[in-house]
T-cell receptor
């Protein structure tokens, strides 16, 4: 089945230790998104790619970076995680920007 | 700032009853979407309604859109325990920025 896959599902890291979250898709969608969602809050867009074109939200901290080496994969790098970065990180894709998005199951990040 | 505000924040009803959730937004939109999120999981797309549409149905779901009031409602009829989840509206503005902005969400609990 076509889907959006996120690994790992749970990630524990230490304060200040870099961490990378991964997302892959078999939907062959042009657009990929990374969201941060804290408990009982709405998903907050961090960045999105339209093909290889990278779009960073104005309020996304510099501590967060992303890579999309090919259509299928996208990575979220957190260079120096702080306690406030503990959250669920959601990856999503869409064929057409602004249309229906397909979400992965998320990676829950815990920072110790 | 959040594009969408949802009302109520939390709703508990008996199984079999209808559930209605409302979403208000601030700027002109191309489309409005509703998503469901089960606890600790990714979001699942439910329905998309375009700015030139007023009502849309999908199974037990009915969505209305009033662009003059900048509001939408999601009605779930004959609720089931499996409908227990958080429900988010998301809007694509007509500024062509290729992204969705999510509302604050309604936490729905169906009591068996």
């Amino acid at each position: 089945d076509a889907m959006v896959i996120q690994n790992p599902r749970y990630q524990v890291t230490q304060f200040g230790k870099p961490v990378t979250l991964s997302c892959s898709q078999t939907l062959n969608h042009n657009v990929m998104y990374w969201y941060q969602q804290k408990s009982s809050q709405a998903p907050k867009l961090l960045f999105h790619y339209y093909d290889k074109d990278f779009n960073n939200e104005a309020d996304t901290p510099d501590n967060f970076q992303s890579r999309r080496p090919n259509t299928s994969f996208c990575f979220l790098d957190i260079r120096s995680p702080g306690l406030g970065d503990a959250a669920m990180y959601l990856c999503a894709t869409s064929m057409i920007a602004g249309e229906t998005q397909y979400f992965g199951p998320g990676t829950r990040l815990l920072v110790l | 700032s959040q594009q969408g505000e949802e009302d109520p924040q939390a709703l508990s009803i008996q199984e079999g009853e209808n559930a209605t959730m409302n979403c208000s937004y601030k700027t002109s939109i191309n489309n409005l979407q509703w998503y469901r999120q089960n606890s600790g999981r990714g979001l699942v797309h439910l329905i998309l309604i375009r700015s030139n549409e007023r009502e849309k149905h999908s199974g037990r779901l009915r969505v209305t859109l009033d662009t003059s009031k900048k509001s939408s409602s999601l009605l779930i009829t004959a609720s089931r325990a499996a409908d227990t989840a958080s429900y988010f509206c998301a809007t694509e503005s007509n500024f062509g920025n290729e992204k969705l902005t999510f509302g604050t969400g309604t936490r729905l609990t169906i009591i068996p």
